[in-house]
């Protein structure tokens, strides 16, 4: 039986969709479909939801959502795995807020929403968030970006639901085909299209039926489950296809294509990639001049020459922003027959480019720069392990002495830039890679962690010191240009962090970027210098797209923007085709202020949602490895370190594989455990006591490969009769899956 609680969130639902217009109660209560004795209960969810500050009297006696006060705030809105939801505001000067879930109204993971703030106290769920984190209420959807949801297949005998695979779905999606029609099995793993949603009725999403997958449990099913999950696809639409293949066929390499072009050919030109790549859009060359002094050249794909604005490809490009790189394949941003076959700077062919050409003082200052169109072709195409090689043997397999010379010249050079670039306030910390290493099936069978090496370091400096050049140019030719900017952190996160690292032990008040490097190479090599730098990044703002020449905190440039990889990032294309028309002296800019302003949020969208994609690859695939560990009887112990602490237990990450997961305060041992109000110490009365950082060695529990979520246990814990949830908790190990998903983790029921 209906009660005012329910019918308060079906009318919610129904204020805060795009389409709802405001209804006097008579026809609220008709389009609810309520009968003619609960227009009483209708009444009551109503002031329920107006003391909430969620529904509003209007004009006429209508009722709607309260008229939005100044200060809406518009942007994304974001779920994270531990059930959190947030805003992220299109203005990168406003921190995150947080979305109570009961204030989320019909927006889902992904969504442009507008919301409004509210008292922190008025949100009942800010887990995740910190003591002076601004919390919000969705206003409405402004535009729903997910269309499709990938999940396992269940019924009952009235209706069909999938229960979402992506535990930022906490929802599950009613289909709208009758049970009996669906040509899948219950229990598959199947792809449903969402339709339109109803929320006048109080109902969720809802979806339909597109394509039964298979066995959810198959290794063949991770990655391409996810694609389709997020709308992402390997492949092409048809003309995008067909007009790469008419540009390969066409005038790529032709004499007319070399017209006005400075001809590089007979320098030794060098590509410096990872030995996994296949496209390379960037190479290098060095010349040492009189009194010390070089002349690098940075000479990158032209793909402009055969990418034409808004031709089918540009528009695809532009759709996709950037190419994202997975675990175990590559979502590319342009065709192959452009990316490999064309503006790929093969060794040995000609290809069309476009060149920095920078000369450095014997300090690595830059002295002077120029760009143009040009025409190389390459010498030879090495990988960053042979350069190393190279410099840490002076060995190099099949390399010619120019090429040897290029490489000491470059290798001199990049360490001069790079020691300036730090000195003038860069910050110089980074966090480890961790690389999951597949059989031929795709299952998981370990993990390498990856460093910079030097090599790396080599080419990361030419790429920033082009990237920086081409950025000045635009700025001061005042075109409307689409910048890299990184604001510095805010007051509140520079505050935040002192006390993170006071609580670490470390006594620095850190308040510029020179604070924070000398606080990182104080830890280096300590058991320390992990948690230290997590702290230190986590404290840091996004770098994103702008329409503004805004300095670049991390870098510690004035100007920077993003030109080197026009093969994987739209931004990158966009600017070699403003630069163009600044070298060709046309009076018209290649894109105007608007065009541009639109193109930088679209284009960190693109970025973030390549992000979120290329660590659920990498997740699914971890939590699939401890899954196996655990299903075989391996439950550790494993060495991790505490890097968070929440109301439920410690969040612990494993220090050779990065997986994070939960170790429930329930599972210590030593009764009930309080959290401090910095939130970094939890300790009981009975002399139980843990703090942010403590490396603990911990024990598989349970691993939910719906949720991506591994619950720990301390091994001493496991002796017989030490603690009785534990040892009931080992009964569950080797439990892989649950055989009624819908039951995993919360009441995931759908609503009728």
Known sequence: MTNASDLARRVAALFSSPKYHPLPERDLAKTLRLEAGQRGLLRAALRELEAQGLAAPLRGGRWGAPPAPAGQITGLFRVRLNGSAWLFPDDPQVAPLSIDPEAAGVAMNGDRIQAVPVRPEASRRMFGARPDTRAARVVRVIERKRQWVVGILQATPHYAYVVPRDPLLRTNIKLTDPPKTLAARVGHLVVAKITEDHPAEGRPVTASFAQDLGDPDAVENDIPALLLDRGFSETFPEPVQKAARRVQAGQAGQPAALRGRVDLRAKTILTIDPA??????????????????????????????????????????????????????????????????????????????????????????????????????????????????????????????????????LRKLAKKIRTLRFRNGALDFALPEVHCDLDAQGNPIGFTKRASTEAYNLIEECMLAANRVVARKIFAARLPGIFRV?????????????????????????????DLNRIARAVLGRPDQYITTLTLLRNMKRAVYANECRPHFGLGFKHYAHFTSPIRRYPDLVLHRILIGLEEGRKHPACSAAEIAKLAVHCSETERESAELEIQSILTKRIRYYAARLEAGETGPFQGTIISLNPKGLIVELQDTLQQGLLPYSALGHGRYAVSDDGFRAASRQGGAYRLGQPVEVALATVDERLKRIDFFLPEAMRPGRHKHIDKQRGKVGNKRSKHPERSGASRRPTK
Not at 349 to 364: A, S
Not at 503 to 510: I, V
């Open 276 to 409: 996994s790549a296949h496209d390379y859009d960037d190479a290098v060359s060095i010349e040492p001049l009189p009194n010390g002094r070089w002349r690098l050249g940075v000479h990158i794909a032209d793909v402009a020459a055969y990418v034409e604005p808004g031709s089918d490809i540009d528009r695809e490009a532009l759709r996709r922003g950037n190419s994202t790189y997975l675990v175990d394949r590559v979502i590319r941003m342009l065709p192959e027959d452009l990316t490999v076959r064309i503006c790929s700077l093969q060794p040995g062919e000609d290809h069309l480019t476009h060149t920095v050409d920078m000369v450095f003082d014997p300090q690595g200052e830059l002295e002077t720069a120029t760009t143009y169109r040009s025409v190389i072709r390459s010498k030879a195409c090495l990988s960053y392990d042979q350069v190393q090689a190279f410099f840490d043997t002076g060995r190099l397999a099949g390399g010619t002495d120019d090429i040897r010379e290029s490489l000491r010249a």
């Open 486 to 514: 990184h604001d510095g952190p805010s007051e509140e996160q520079w505050t935040r962090m002192a006390e993170e690292l006071r609580a670490l032990g470390h006594s620095d008040t850190p308040g510029y970027a020179h």
